[in-house]
């Protein structure tokens, strides 16, 4: 796997001030960085974590290029070092077009020429996989599902019956598409389950975390808009209808029927109630309970959710709790002293 | 699929106002209808979302059935709008009794003649599935295990070894049930796993959502009620005892120990500490995070969880801080000049 | 199954007090006790909940062990009911050597002689399992990983590509290493993913709670240091370098590039932000929001986390809030009323 630095310059077509023939071993972040290898630095403030590393060779751009030790400069210093680390970490995996034997395929099920079924997959009747698609090993995908051309599928995604996923997503291992939406009615002391014949629809160039479930819809779909990202651990309930290019990270939780925008971002572990609606744009930070809807635009923090200034001088003002408690308490002394005064002087 | 709307009104026994030979095409919910179609609406509150629809027609309750459009009147709007449904979506599933040839089943296990074992699903020795009961693929049934009749089990479930299901329960794609408690003794410097012989109990018309995950106890069982629901993402720890007809939110984690009486409710991302006891019929608010008992039939909020109304009353007296944190400097003022003035009365 | 008191008393070579012919039916916690079964009491506090339970016997330690009903006296009660109620519950799981036949293993897959694959695991090419470990049915194991020896996997597990698991871990179901880091540029309205050719580096002695996500570093390792325990449903994403014998309990959720030192603690629910360090022996308390560095050896809690001692203050303050309310607008009329008497005596 021996490589030279003038090779890698080459790779990147980058600019090479250094030994060409050093020979390099790895690439990786300077925090992990061993001797022989090439890091990356994309920022000034890294000069002095760069000083201090292991590494024999460093990726930059031309506002930083350390002196002192071989650089290749780029224009782009992320996307060139991704080039040199795919060269040190081929890709192993192998998705070869067919259907492996292990897979158990319903004789109804339509699957496209050059799709590649993994090992153990069990694919429903009915269901229509398109061009390009891979899943990966032990998938379940329910009866009526329908699978968008190149999207991809990692180990033991379960799709329920009849969801619909569009093209170019990315479902990741033991995401859960479909699952019964958590409604009851209440009758004689026992809770019964609603209507579960809805599905979940998601859009194009969807991305969805691993271990992340949406559930179907009561009559009809829950949404998940094109371009949306899901990350791991999140919760999209029933009837939901999520717009587009949304950024939903991790452990979030969105009661049913609740809805968004375009271009809403929720930090981690954010809960939703159920029917309200988030506006285009607004930001909900981290841990925030959003108890009713959200304009366009808006900052939010907190349970309940509130502007983020207004949360900040909360926060802020807490902090002041114990010296205006004991302002109260010598306010309330001096009035006292003041009060016995002006009686005196009444009854003088 | 073309069926009349004379045809759907028949078939939900409603009173039809409008023209029996309209063809309808589908049914969803008025947000999602198209033309053709026939949607409900279940609350006169609705009437404007309704006119500006596109379905053909409507079903509705006697209480609120519009007059400018075709309708369907019945009693109960959700369960005859559930058979309309059921009947533009039937259900592909088909649980044909027997195990699939690709499932990997246990000499000693014991099967129900009218069980439906589905593709690769793997059952342990000494496992008991009782009656009526459906495994779907990929589900995971550890050494011991006993399925209650009629029980109904979703992809990649996974059971470890002595789970015991009730009747009539409904497990949703990859809960795992059994793992081990988060129970550790520290001695030198290690953390040492403690018991794991105990396993999970789960009465009968117990639902389990998605991705939920139910410790086993430490010597005896981890027990979940009768009647109780369960939602996706739902952590409950080892040695918990979850009384009957409960019903737990999304993402609702509740650590070790921990015990309720029947119909508590516990709304998402829930907190509840180890060892604490919530009483019958008590209401755990949104993100709530219970850190002692909770008395029976109190609904309370926020962490550390307190009775709803103080709680609104401390989020209503923050929102008042600045304007008290004002008014104390201005009292501070006014006193300190009073003050002057008192001290240059006596001295004069 | 049936065993005698003295023959129990012999299994944890413990001293019999009372009949060594009583036949023991079993052994649970003193909640769960039924007729005929043993039991253990740790704690004199335990006296009124023994007295009152149907237990037969009891285990107990030399400063507590009750008179009046059947006990054997151990030094290490929890040691010696653990070997007792393994008598009543063995252990059904063969982990016999080998590969079960319907495992779907790559040629270029190297397994130990005595490891044990189960039914339906795949493993990828170029994958290593090293001696003794066990691999439950239904895992995944991606092209290019490693599992050490002595690690056990439940079913269910994912890794995905290159992902190293070191020695005796442990790994529950459904648990999933290695999907993609939740990274995006966000370019002309479109979300691109970030790189993703780093992989998870799993260290010894490690176990992972069910359904727990460990995502893969952007170019180089998220590690798990040796001795960490992990629960169920914890989140630790891309980059993050976890130390050595945490303890991280249920649903917490770590972003980004965080770090922590070794011994830190983290209770149920836990939320860290990106590019944070926790430093060695912190504890966080449950539901905490930590929003910056966390000092060696600190107690913090609340959103945004800070020292516990402050935060207990606050929240006992925020119960004063209502008094402090009516104390300022006292002080305002009482000051207001003698600014009057004040203004009056200038005046007179």
């Known amino acids: 796997m021996g490589v030279t630095l003038g090779q890698l310059a080459s790779l990147v077509e980058g600019t090479l001030h250094g030994d060409a023939q050093l020979e390099i071993s790895g690439a990786s972040i300077i925090r992990d960085s061993q001797p022989g290898e090439i890091t990356l630095a994309d920022h000034p403030k890294l000069a002095k974590d760069l000083a201090r590393c292991s590494a024999a060779a460093v990726l930059a751009s031309g506002e930083f290029a350390p002196a002192d030790m071989p650089v290749i400069v780029v ?11 795919a060269q040190f970490r081929p890709n192993l995996a192998q998705h070869k077009p067919g259907v492996h034997p292990s897979a158990v395929v319903a004789d109804s099920a339509v699957i496209a020429a050059d ?12 269901v229509s996989i398109q061009s390009g698609v891979v899943i990966q090993s032990g998938a379940q995908i329910g009866a009526g599902s329908v699978i968008g051309a190149g999207t991809f599928l990692f180990p033991g995604v379960v799709l329920y019956e009849n969801t619909i996923v569009g093209a170019n997503c990315i479902l990741h291992a033991s995401c859960v598409l479909g699952a019964f939406g958590f409604g009851y009615d209440s009758a004689s002391g026992k809770h019964l389950l609603s209507s579960q014949l809805g599905n979940v629809v998601i859009g194009d160039f969807v991305e969805i975390g691993a271990a992340t479930t949406i559930d179907r819809g ?4 829950t949404v998940i808009g094109d371009g949306t990202k899901i990350d791991n651990q999140v919760m999209i309930a029933h009837n ?11 452990q979030v939780g969105v009661a049913g029927s609740s809805t968004t925008g375009d271009y809403v971002v929720m930090a981690g572990q954010v809960g939703v109630r159920d029917h309200v609606h988030i506006a285009d744009g607004a930001i909900i930070g981290a841990k925030a309970g959003v108890a009713s809807d959200i304009g366009a635009g808006l900052n939010v923090i907190g349970s309940p959710a509130i502007p983020a200034k207004d949360k900040k001088l909360e926060v802020a003002l807490l902090s002041k709790l114990p010296e205006m408690r004991k302002q109260i308490k010598a306010l309330l002394a001096r009035v006292a002293e003041l009060e016995k005064e002006d009686e005196l002087r009444k009854t003088a």
Do not use: M
Request: aromatic share 6%; glycine share 14%.
């Open 218 to 221: 009561t009559y009809g779909p």
């Open 115 to 126: 799709a590649s079924i993994g090992p153990l997959v069990v694919i429903g009747e009915g």
């Open 75 to 85: 224009a782009n210093v992320h996307d060139a070092f991704a080039k040199i680390v």
């Open 240 to 250: 939901c209808r999520i717009g587009r290019h949304n950024l939903i990270c991790s």
